[in-house]
């Protein structure tokens, strides 16, 4: 598609039928990504006042339809975050003061952690206060209003991607498979014999059990969940034969 169809359409992050005039330097974007990604600076989406209908390049306060030739700008709009984009069950939520996907119905808003989840996991989650106001701790970006979903973990911390919260270390996934895999590989590759009798103290990053195990340096197994998400916190010994 030319650039001149992609404007009328969007860009590569919302599909609309319209450009926002920046309330900070006055000039045109398809949205407040494509202009922070261009600028130095910031767009406020809650002070976009004006936007400029992609068919006619009518100048017009901000709303759904262009006044001048009947434009649809989106499906959903929201006239607080001045979204605009295709149907995707949006819905504004006052309480985390920007719109989320929905359908509405299938979230509830967690007043601890200051976040929508779902349903699911309502009285079900470990809540951590304010827990969306920060960085994903993996890609940087901030959770909160990010338009990528982030996983709520175990811990209660959340983030985009990764196997193992760099918070607290928990495993963000369910591993017992992996760990089981890594049963066959310990069991297949036997340590030298000067490593055979050496034991070490462990910290579990997923039950927080500490225990005493054999030495391995393919991983250290938790005596008390099986897991290998574990840390050595002491120093090794080696016993008797």
């Known amino acids: 598609a030319s ?3 992609k404007e009328k359409n969007g860009c590569e992050h919302y599909r609309r039928g319209c450009l926002l005039r920046a309330p900070c330097c006055g000039k045109l974007y398809a949205c407040r990504l494509c202009h922070d990604g261009a600028e ?5 989406r809650f002070r976009v006042a004006e936007v400029q ?3 006619c390049r009518r100048l017009q306060k901000a709303q759904q339809s262009c006044e001048a030739c009947h434009n ?3 499906e959903y709009y929201c006239s607080i975050c001045h979204l605009f984009d295709r149907d995707k069950k949006q819905y504004h939520c006052t309480e985390c003061g920007i719109c989320r996907i929905g359908p509405k119905e299938d979230f509830f808003h967690c007043s601890k952690c200051n976040l929508c989840l779902n349903l699911s996991l309502q009285g079900k989650h470990k809540c951590i206060e304010n827990v969306s106001r920060q ?8 959770i909160h209003t990010s338009r990528v979903g982030a996983h709520v973990l175990p811990c209660g911390h959340l983030l985009h991607r990764g196997y193992r919260c760099p918070v607290c270390m928990h495993s963000a996934l369910d591993m017992s498979r992996y760990w089981r895999q890594l049963d066959d ?4 590759t036997p340590m030298p ?4 009798n050496m034991m070490v103290e462990i910290l579990c990053n997923d039950c927080h059990a500490r225990s005493t195990v054999h030495f391995h340096l393919l991983g250290m197994k938790c005596t008390n969940c099986d897991s290998y998400n574990t840390a050595q916190d002491g120093k090794c010994r080696l016993t008797l034969e």
């Open 72 to 74: 649809l700008f989106g």
């Open 3 to 5: 650039a001149g169809e």
């Open 135 to 142: 960085d994903c701790p993996i890609c940087l970006e901030d």
């Open 40 to 44: 130095g600076h910031r767009l406020d």
């Open 53 to 55: 209908c992609a068919r």
């Open 193 to 196: 014999t000067e490593y055979q």
């Open 185 to 188: 590989e310990v069991a297949q």
